[in-house]
C-alpha cells in the first residue's frame, strides 16, 4: 500500500527495493518536509523513480543540491554540458571505446564479458565513493534500455549467520579495469589504465553511515581480490556473494521513459546498466549528478584506505 506524508506518494515496485514517488514536481520549491519525505524513501527503497520531470541542467543540480554536494568532474566527454560541471551525460560512455581504437560493442564485450562483470557501484574503486546518484533520462530507445538495481543491505541480511560472521572481518581491493580483457599486441586501454590507476581496500561489509545497515559492498566491476585470502578462495568467495547480491529477489528493474528520474543510494546498491540498445537506431541520452560520499567504514570501525590514485574529496 502506498504511503503519503506531506503531499508525497510513495508506491514501492519491489519486495526489497525501489519505489515510484508521485506527487513532487522537481522543477519547483520543494519544500523541507518534501526533500525529508524524499531522502527517507532513498534511505528505505535504496533507489526511488520520479515520472514525467521536466527537469533541465540547471533544475537538477538545484534538486541534487537539496541532499547534499554535487560532485564536480575534472573529466567529462563531449556529450556533457560545458556549463554545469556537476552533469555528466552518460552518451559519453559511446565515446570510451573509440578513445582507444574499439567501436562500443567491443568496448562492452571487454568490460562485460560475465553476467556479473557489469554491476557496479558508481566510482566504486575511489576512497570515498558517492553517497547516491540522481540520473535523468532526455532520449530513450522506444523499447530495450532498462536499468537493474540490488539492495546490498537484504543481500547481506539474507546470507547465513556463519558467511555475515566470516565477511564482517574481510576487506578487499577496488580497481578499477578490474576483469577487462586486453586486446591482443598493444592495447591503449591498458597503458591509460597503468597511467590512470584508482585503488582502495575497502570493507567487505560496510556500516551505512545514515541507516547504520551492514552492507555488503561487493560489486564485479572494480572488486579485485578479497585481502588475506589466496586468488583461488578468493575468487570463490567473491563469486559467492556476487550471485548472492544479484539475486533476483533483491533487485528492482526500471522501464524508462523521457523524463524519468531514478534516484538512488550508491551506497547500499549495485546497478547493472543496459547493453541491449547497440544495435537500435535510437540514441539513449541520459543525464547523470553524483553526490559526494564518504570514506566507508567496516563492522570492526576501520576505514577504507587509499592505494593509489585518489584521496577523499578530490575528484
Known amino acids: 500500500m502506498a504511503e503519503k506524508s506531506a503531499g508525497v506518494g ?3 515496485s ?17 519544500d ?9 524513501a532513498v534511505l528505505r527503497w535504496k533507489v526511488v523513480f520520479f515520472r514525467d520531470q521536466a527537469l533541465d541542467h540547471a533544475g537538477h543540480v538545484a534538486f541534487a543540491r537539496r541532499f547534499g554536494d ?7 566527454g563531449s556529450a556533457s554540458p560545458a556549463a554545469f560541471p556537476e552533469v555528466e551525460t552518460t552518451a559519453d560512455r559511446l565515446e570510451l571505446g573509440g578513445r582507444y581504437g574499439m567501436d562500443h560493442a567491443e568496448w562492452l564485450r571487454r568490460r562485460r564479458h560475465t553476467l556479473l562483470r557489469g554491476w557496479h557501484c558508481d566510482h566504486g574503486a575511489r576512497i570515498d565513493p558517492p553517497a547516491a546518484t540522481i540520473l535523468r533520462a532526455e532520449t530513450v530507445p522506444p523499447y530495450g534500455g532498462d536499468t537493474t538495481w540490488s539492495n546490498l543491505a537484504a543481500a547481506y541480511a539474507g546470507l547465513s549467520l556463519p558467511v555475515r560472521q566470516f565477511v564482517d572481518g574481510l576487506r578487499a581491493e577496488h580497481r578499477l579495469g578490474v576483469g577487462y580483457q586486453s586486446r591482443p599486441g598493444d592495447d591503449a586501454y591498458v597503458r591509460h589504465l597503468l597511467d590512470h590507476q584508482t585503488a582502495s581496500h575497502h570493507p567487505l561489509v560496510r556500516v551505512h553511515p545514515e541507516t ?3 552492507v555488503l559492498f561487493v ?17 570463490a568467495v567473491l563469486e559467492l556473494l556476487l550471485e548472492q547480491a544479484t539475486r533476483p529477489e533483491y533487485t528492482v528493474r526500471f522501464r524508462w521513459e523521457p523524463g524519468s528520474v531514478a534516484f538512488w543510494d550508491n551506497r547500499a546498491t549495485i546497478h547493472l546498466a543496459p547493453s541491449d540498445t547497440a544495435h537500435l537506431d535510437t540514441p539513449r541520452v541520459m543525464h547523470r549528478v553524483m553526490l559526494a560520499g564518504d570514506v566507508p567504514v567496516g563492522v570492526s570501525g576501520e ?9 577523499p574529496g578530490r575528484w
Do not use: C, F, M
Open 32 to 40: 523541507d518536509a518534501v526533500v525529508a519525505e524524499i531522502r527517507a
Open 303 to 311: 576505514a577504507s584506505s587509499a592505494v593509489v590514485g585518489t584521496e
Open 219 to 235: 560489486n564485479g566491476y572494480y572488486v579485485e581480490q578479497v585481502l588475506g585470502l589466496s586468488r583461488a578462495e578468493s575468487g
Open 10 to 12: 510513495i508506491k514501492p
Open 14 to 30: 519491489a519486495g526489497h527495493i525501489g519505489a515510484e514517488i508521485t506527487g513532487v514536481d522537481l522543477t519547483g520549491e520543494l
Open 70 to 76: 554535487p560532485v564536480r568532474l575534472r573529466s567529462r
Open 212 to 214: 547504520g545497515e551492514r
